[in-house]
């Protein structure tokens, strides 16, 4: 087993009789207003887990505070009644539940008591999003005695939790846990006013299928105990370990300015440490916790998380805590790729993958970026999650695309190449109905089979959208000031408007209207589907001048400012510029030579224009383009049919 660096001090802070610990920031970073001290023990055999949690939440508002609202996720997978189960049918990402297997795949937590100043308290089951009775994701509290506002609130919870076998990010497979979504945590209560709430009210949703997670900032304190041959790893920083005679151990973990804890254990992890040295000075300790098999991938994870680390620091902002915990997850618990909780991530790879199948970094990258999104901003994933997926989605494509190349960040074997930004972008594209939904509103009632598409992929796709009309500086300019205005405070749509109105007409002067407001009701509002074609390419002679005649044509409902690209048979080129409201606009050029190309949108910056093959007409037509294309892609099937030959 490896010893951690810094075991040396653990025995002072086991000593403490209580869980304060040495801060990690000399002043708090967020609002603190949920905190968690808990002692959880993991049995292992039986998957089964037992807590004793202190909860402790301040009232921030001006109400008065008659109830509480917590969640308890894992009741999710209770049995097949629960709303996740009835939503998802049992399966996520590709992942299902196995209902053959000889050991109980199900999970669930019973909450034992619950305690405030020794008096007991009472709790229901309540259904806030569908009224489905057999759903218990989430309870209410009545208290005897109101929290006032700026008042505090503690409360002392006994829990028994069964994990379940792994499909849906959190539990076992075999011998290796991932636990996630495991404790009782308090909703989040919505002062009137806010967007969520006109009147207050507990933002506290019950446990969708395609749902994630929102909750307040806090200091989490906990103690794991599990067989002294496991290693655990855990949001936060490592504070100590004690082994038991009775051959356990007791790791402790303290995080502040936090949203949430998940934590690992196995005992076969191998544990490689690194550094990355911030630009600034100081620097972000990771670690990652490999399976034995994939130790010969470990460079491509640190080296991905790095390049991350890097970027965001660069392009929006300070990644401000200490260290970095990746976790790779054996390919048995496939179900838990993928996943992110603060300053800790999984990741997901297996051992046979080529260095040309990036998917290692992807994902590295893909969930490191929730560190700002989930973690720094959390925004609500419930009813917003394009805030978090779809922003995350588009950084992810910027920093594969610029480490790793343009056109083949995300895949480059056997002469097929694919770029991240352009894996996104299809995704939404070739769609058979891209109008089928919008970006906005509650996960659960999304259009069946589209939330990955319209919270990742088409968000991302109008963010690079947007960046292409304003231009990558003032994009850079519009999510740096997002991010230090709104790190710890939970923004929302209307947070992110109101800076790109800001800085645009700042910027860009009338260009583009008063405000950016009729870029919004259409990505992100609305439905609306863009598609500029050049439908015509034309040279008359008038005397001794010649005309061009380009026209281009807006196939869908999506208006959007477009340039047009004009170029001469003599080498000379001209740029037009179209508002893109009418449905067709003819422009007549009067020029000595004549017209050999055009192309609508030649820097594609409307990214999210549904067909790029249309957007060009040449008078002088070469097949060269489309036979080199075809034949790189019939060579590509041929070598990645012999591959799949060679695997099986």
């Not at 690992?264 to 600034?280: C, L, Y």
């Not at 790793?404 to 996104?424: A, H, N, P």
């Not at 594609?604 to 224009?609: A, E, H, T």
């Amino acid at each position: 087993m490896i010893l951690r660096n810094w075991l040396l001090v653990s025995a002072f802070f086991l000593s403490m009789s209580s869980y304060g610990q040495k801060p990690i920031f000399a002043t708090p970073l967020s609002p603190r207003l949920a905190n968690y001290k808990i002692d959880v023990t993991l049995d292992p055999v039986s998957k089964k887990i037992d807590g004793r949690e202190t909860l402790t939440w301040r009232n921030a508002s001006k109400d008065v505070i008659k109830e509480l609202q917590l969640h308890l996720y894992l009741n999710a997978f209770r049995n097949e009644r629960s709303t996740f189960m009835r939503e998802s049918g049992g399966q996520l990402r590709g992942d299902q539940i196995d209902r053959t297997a000889n050991e109980n795949p199900y999970g669930y937590i019973d909450v034992v008591s619950m305690k405030t100043k020794g008096e007991p308290l009472v709790f229901e089951f309540i259904q806030p999003d569908d009224q489905n009775k057999d759903d218990r994701t989430v309870i209410r509290v009545p208290l005897s005695n109101p929290v006032n506002p700026g008042e505090t609130i503690s409360i002392d919870i006994n829990f028994r939790a069964k994990l379940p076998k792994i499909f849906a990010r959190t539990g076992f497979s075999r011998d290796f846990f991932l636990v996630g979504q495991w404790f009782p945590k308090i909703g989040v209560y919505e002062p009137a006013g806010t967007r969520y709430a006109k009147t207050g009210q507990w933002n506290c949703h019950q446990f969708h299928a395609h749902s994630e997670f929102y909750a307040d900032y806090g200091v989490y304190d906990v103690a794991i105990t599990t067989p002294k041959e496991f290693w655990v790893s855990a949001t936060g920083l490592f504070q100590g370990e004690k082994i038991s005679p009775n051959g356990r151990k007791t790791v402790r973990y303290h995080a502040e300015d936090v949203v949430d804890f998940a934590w690992t254990a196995s005992p076969h992890f191998q544990v490689i440490n690194d550094t990355w040295k911030r630009p600034s000075g100081g620097k972000v300790e990771i670690e990652l916790v490999m399976q034995p098999e994939h130790v010969h991938q470990a460079q491509r994870h640190l080296q991905a998380a790095k390049a991350a680390l890097a970027y965001f620091d660069k392009h929006l902002g300070s990644y401000p805590f200490p260290n970095l915990t990746i976790v790779d997850p054996p390919l048995h618990a496939s179900g838990s790729f993928g996943m992110e909780y603060p300053t800790f991530i999984t990741a997901g790879t297996a051992w046979f993958l080529p260095a040309g199948a990036r998917f290692p970094e992807e994902v590295t990258i893909h969930e490191f970026g929730h560190q700002y999104f989930m973690q720094l901003l959390a925004s609500n994933e419930f009813e917003e999650a394009w805030l978090d997926e779809g922003f995350n989605q588009y950084y992810e494509g910027r920093i594969m695309d610029e480490t790793y190349g343009v056109r083949s960040s995300q895949v480059d074997l056997f002469g097929f190449k694919m770029g991240d930004m352009e894996s996104s972008r299809d995704a939404y594209v070739h769609q058979d109905n891209p109008s089928i939904g919008t970006s906005f509103g509650n996960t659960w009632q999304l259009p069946e089979g589209q939330y990955g598409v319209l919270t990742y992929s088409k968000t991302a796709t109008w963010l690079k959208t947007l960046e292409g009309l304003v231009g990558r500086p003032v994009m850079d300019e519009i999510m740096q000031t997002y991010f230090a205005r709104w790190k710890f405070k939970h923004p929302n749509a209307d947070s992110f408007i109101a800076i790109v109105n800001e800085i645009v007409p700042k910027r860009h002067g009338a260009k583009y209207g008063a405000d950016m407001n009729w870029f919004f009701d259409q990505v992100l509002y609305g439905d609306n589907v863009v598609d500029y074609e050049l439908i015509s390419l034309k040279n008359r002679n008038r005397g001794a001048q010649r005309q061009a005649i380009v026209t281009v044509q807006r196939n869908g409902d999506g208006k959007m400012p477009v340039d047009i690209l004009v170029h001469f048979d003599d080498g000379k080129e001209m740029l037009l510029f179209w508002d893109g409201k009418a449905r067709q606009r003819q422009f007549t050029l009067t020029e000595k030579s004549a017209v050999l190309w055009a192309k609508v949108d030649p820097r594609q910056k409307i990214y999210m224009d549904t067909n790029f093959n249309n957007n060009s007409l040449t008078l002088a037509p070469s097949s060269a383009p489309a036979a080199k294309f075809a034949a790189k892609f019939l060579f590509w099937i041929e070598n990645w049919m012999q591959w799949l030959a060679w695997l099986a």
